[in-house]
Structures are given as structure tokens and as C-alpha cells.
């Protein structure tokens, strides 16, 4: 099993910025790639940004390129996502997801998932 674990949601002002992080713990090895995924109230999910743990060019949805930057550190089995220039639509909670597959851009290909951390943006 995969254990993934988030932190550094919270409230901020549209514009700000706030770094995610995802820890993942357990049969950490297993994983090729992890991902970030959000979920806003009453939408759909949306996996926002994904990276491998052996590097290559990361995966941005349409919605976050340009401001946020996934990133990684493979000796604390961390992944981060650097969220700038936040808007109100990026209000969401924030999931963290691990593959043993490829970097996938459906978000419904990951078997592992931590439990969420909330990012509330305001106006």
C-alpha cells in the first residue's frame, strides 16, 4: 500500500500564492507518478498537474500552466505544487494521487489517494 499525505492548503487573496506538498510513505517505490487533482464544489474532478518521479516533462492542465509548477524531491518522497497568481475558480480541495503506471492525464487511472487538503481562494 501507498500512504499519501497532503499539507499547505489554507486560505488566501486572489493573486496570492500557496505551496502544496504531498508525502508519500509506505510502498512509496511503487509509484512512477504522482499527480494533483482538484475538486471544487459541484464539479468534476480535475487533475491539474502530474510528474515523474524519475523526471522528464511534467503534465499541466490547460488551467494551471503558467502558474503553478510541480516539483519533486525524491529523497523525502515529496511532491510539491507551487500555486501563483491564485484565482477564485482555483478553490478546491487539493488531492494528491500516485500511479504505478505512466504519468497519466486521467485522473481516474490513479489507485492511490491521499486524503485532500482544502485551497480556498477569495475575492
Known amino acids: 500500500q501507498v500512504q499519501l499525505v497532503e499539507s499547505g492548503g489554507g486560505l488566501v487573496q486572489a493573486g496570492g500564492s500557496l505551496r502544496l506538498s504531498c508525502k508519500a510513505s509506505g510502498r512509496a517505490s511503487s509509484t512512477v507518478a504522482l499527480a494533483w487533482v482538484r475538486q471544487a464544489p459541484g464539479k468534476e474532478r480535475e487533475l491539474v498537474a502530474g510528474i515523474t518521479w524519475s523526471g522528464g516533462t511534467p503534465y499541466y492542465a490547460d488551467s494551471a500552466k503558467g502558474r503553478f509548477t510541480i516539483s519533486r524531491d525524491n529523497a523525502e518522497n515529496t511532491v510539491y505544487l507551487q500555486m501563483n497568481s491564485l484565482k477564485p475558480e482555483d478553490t478546491a480541495v487539493y488531492y494528491c494521487?500516485?500511479?504505478?503506471?505512466?504519468?497519466?492525464?486521467?485522473?481516474?487511472?490513479?489507485?492511490?489517494w491521499g486524503q485532500g487538503t482544502q485551497v480556498t481562494v477569495s475575492s
Open positions: 494521487a500516485a500511479s504505478t503506471g505512466v504519468l497519466y492525464s486521467d485522473y481516474n487511472k490513479y489507485a492511490y
